[in-house]
């Protein structure tokens, strides 16, 4: 993620020390020497001076950055910055208001703004630091008490304190559904805990990488082996091949294909020859071909209860009655289904920007393949017709796509940002081409009359789809 902080002092050097690894940092400042300061605390890009000029700040890139600081000892410089921040959008504006008499100008402005005391830079930190929620130092600066919580995406779900070894750090409380849990060494660490932590102050920058880092795992918090159910050798070629590439751009493990035949006949083999095809295509994917009495949805339902399945893998429906027929089943399972169209490699991952449960989960598995891949990411904010949704609609999407960048940027990813007023359907269906679309599915029930944004792209898109269920949902 990318940042620029206008002033380079003492509070700039500060926030310097504590920001993560995640963050590519640009300091405007005038004085070349204060430049020259910041720089030794951590690498920059230096960008000589006014951060009250439109020019100096678009030489910074004030276009492209995910958040922006104005720290200098001069409010005028500050509160023009920061407007020219918020006229390029900017999510996320933090300030320093040098005289603290000025705090009611940042506040009209609608600009978080603090005074300049020793806990600038810290407090800057929690306004800039999704992941991270609160922070204090004691035993006279030596140590430091940190609260963070636990995404979906942390190495740490799942893991009990004991296994983590963390020397020179104490995990005080967990608070996990409103319960207040004093842990010990056979403590789980669980999605949604808020985790406070004590350690030596110059362990400080480890603990904040440990604590809000993230793993690519989809789909093994589902399963970790793909279901395809076919019922000719064609399907060979589309189905289980788009499966094989599936496999191979995740965590999954292997592919599991149903057929019609019995072990050994002449069809059995046929199908199964048809797949040893694919061992040149996709080396080191394992495809397990089983024969079954039927295919079909009902098989692939009795593989979700009999295997270890993260994701099921079906043809394109043509009709709204067979999306809904089918997200019910994903529903049901609770297992992620893939509309597949015979793509078996993605020219990269779109991600459609919502605020919900399922759109935050759609976001998240989105990151996970991108950041297992290496394919381009590419977030994407619908604003519905201002008639309809409003002039806030407008700031909705920007939150979203703002929160769906800090995700990505905690597995090292840039997200390509498209911010598109119209019908949802038709943006995403537009934007797709080439591209695996993961939309998430909503805990209500589809139907053929209601399908809901994901049915409508199921049956629209010319693109492979990956409907994700909320789990817990059925």
């Given at each position: 993620m990318?940042?620029?902080?206008v002033?380079?002092?003492?509070?700039?050097?500060?926030?310097?020390?504590?920001?993560g690894d995640r963050?590519?940092v640009?300091?405007v400042?005038v004085?070349?020497d204060?430049?020259?300061?910041a720089d030794?605390v951590?690498?920059?890009?230096?960008?000589l001076g006014?951060?009250?000029?439109r020019?100096?700040?678009?030489r910074?890139g004030?276009?492209?950055?995910?958040?922006?600081?104005?720290?200098?000892?001069?409010?005028?410089?500050?509160?023009e910055a920061?407007r020219?921040?918020?006229?390029?959008e900017?999510?996320r504006i933090?300030a320093?208001?040098?005289?603290?008499?000025?705090?009611?100008?940042?506040r009209?402005?609608?600009?978080a703004a603090?005074?300049?005391?020793?806990l600038?830079?810290?407090?800057?930190?929690?306004n800039?630091e999704?992941?991270?929620?609160?922070?204090a130092?004691?035993?006279?600066g030596?140590?430091?008490a940190?609260?963070?919580r636990?995404?979906?995406?942390?190495?740490?779900v799942?893991r009990?304190?004991?296994?983590?070894?963390?020397?020179?750090?104490?995990?005080?409380?967990v608070l996990?559904?409103?319960?207040?849990?004093?842990p010990?060494?056979?403590t789980?660490?669980?999605?949604?805990d808020?985790v406070t932590?004590?350690g030596?102050a110059t362990?400080y920058?480890?603990?904040?990488?440990?604590?809000?880092?993230g793993v690519?795992?989809?789909?093994?918090?589902?399963?970790k082996?793909?279901g395809?159910?076919i019922?000719?050798l064609r399907d060979?070629d589309?189905l289980?091949?788009?499966?094989?590439?599936?496999?191979?751009?995740?965590?999954?493990e292997?592919v599991i294909?149903?057929h019609?035949?019995?072990?050994?006949?002449?069809?059995?083999?046929?199908?199964?020859?048809?797949i040893?095809?694919?061992?040149?295509q996709?080396?080191g994917v394992?495809?397990?071909?089983?024969p079954?009495?039927?295919t079909?949805?009902?098989a692939?339902?009795e593989l979700c209860r009999?295997?270890s399945?993260?994701?099921?893998?079906?043809?394109?429906?043509?009709g709204?009655?067979?999306?809904?027929?089918?997200?019910?089943?994903?529903?049901?399972?609770?297992?992620?289904?893939?509309?597949?169209?015979?793509i078996?490699?993605?020219?990269g991952?779109?991600?459609?920007?919502?605020?919900?449960?399922?759109?935050?989960?759609?976001?998240?598995?989105?990151?996970?393949i991108a950041?297992?891949?290496g394919?381009?990411?590419?977030?994407?904010?619908?604003?519905?017709?201002?008639f309809?949704?409003g002039?806030?609609a407008f700031d909705?999407?920007r939150?979203?796509?703002?929160?769906?960048?800090e995700?990505?940027?905690?597995?090292?990813?840039?997200?390509?940002?498209?911010?598109?007023q119209?019908?949802?359907?038709?943006?995403?269906?537009e934007?797709?081409?080439g591209?695996?679309v993961?939309?998430?599915?909503?805990?209500?029930?589809?139907?053929?009359?209601?399908?809901?944004?994901?049915g409508h792209?199921?049956?629209?898109?010319e693109?492979?789809?990956?409907?994700?269920?909320?789990?817990?949902?059925?």
């Amino acid at each position: 993620m990318k940042m620029i902080i206008v002033g380079a002092g003492g509070i700039t050097r500060d926030l310097l020390r504590r920001l993560g690894d995640r963050w590519e940092v640009t300091v405007v400042d005038v004085d070349p020497d204060r430049l020259d300061l910041a720089d030794k605390v951590r690498p920059i890009e230096r960008i000589l001076g006014d951060g009250s000029s439109r020019v100096v700040l678009d030489r910074a890139g004030l276009s492209e950055v995910d958040a922006f600081v104005a720290a200098s000892n001069d409010d005028e410089v500050n509160l023009e910055a920061c407007r020219l921040a918020l006229e390029a959008e900017v999510y996320r504006i933090a300030a320093i208001a040098a005289d603290p008499e000025r705090l009611p100008d940042y506040r009209a402005l609608g600009v978080a703004a603090i005074s300049p005391d020793r806990l600038g830079a810290r407090r800057l930190e929690i306004n800039l630091e999704d992941r991270r929620v609160s922070s204090a130092a004691f035993a006279d600066g030596r140590a430091e008490a940190a609260e963070f919580r636990i995404e979906a995406d942390s190495p740490l779900v799942g893991r009990a304190l004991q296994d983590l070894h963390l020397e020179s750090w104490l995990v005080a409380v967990v608070l996990r559904n409103g319960e207040l849990i004093v842990p010990h060494g056979g403590t789980v660490l669980r999605e949604g805990d808020l985790v406070t932590v004590v350690g030596a102050a110059t362990d400080y920058p480890e603990m904040v990488a440990t604590f809000t880092g993230g793993v690519a795992r989809f789909p093994l918090d589902y399963g970790k082996h793909v279901g395809v159910a076919i019922g000719s050798l064609r399907d060979v070629d589309v189905l289980v091949s788009e499966a094989a590439g599936f496999v191979h751009a995740t965590a999954a493990e292997s592919v599991i294909v149903l057929h019609i035949g019995g072990s050994g006949d002449d069809r059995s083999r046929e199908i199964e020859d048809r797949i040893a095809t694919l061992d040149e295509q996709w080396p080191g994917v394992e495809i397990q071909a089983r024969p079954v009495d039927r295919t079909g949805l009902d098989a692939l339902v009795e593989l979700c209860r009999t295997d270890s399945v993260g994701t099921l893998v079906v043809p394109r429906v043509h009709g709204r009655l067979g999306a809904a027929k089918v997200l019910r089943m994903a529903q049901e399972t609770r297992t992620p289904v893939l509309f597949a169209q015979g793509i078996d490699r993605y020219q990269g991952i779109l991600v459609p920007a919502r605020e919900t449960d399922a759109g935050r989960r759609a976001g998240r598995v989105g990151i996970d393949i991108a950041a297992h891949s290496g394919l381009p990411l590419i977030g994407v904010g619908v604003v519905p017709p201002v008639f309809i949704a409003g002039e806030e609609a407008f700031d909705d999407a920007r939150h979203a796509i703002a929160r769906l960048r800090e995700d990505a940027a905690v597995h090292g990813l840039s997200i390509k940002r498209r911010i598109r007023q119209g019908n949802p359907v038709q943006v995403i269906t537009e934007l797709a081409p080439g591209h695996l679309v993961v939309l998430g599915i909503g805990p209500r029930r589809p139907t053929a009359l209601a399908p809901g944004i994901t049915g409508h792209v199921v049956v629209r898109a010319e693109t492979s789809v990956l409907a994700v269920p909320v789990r817990g949902s059925a």
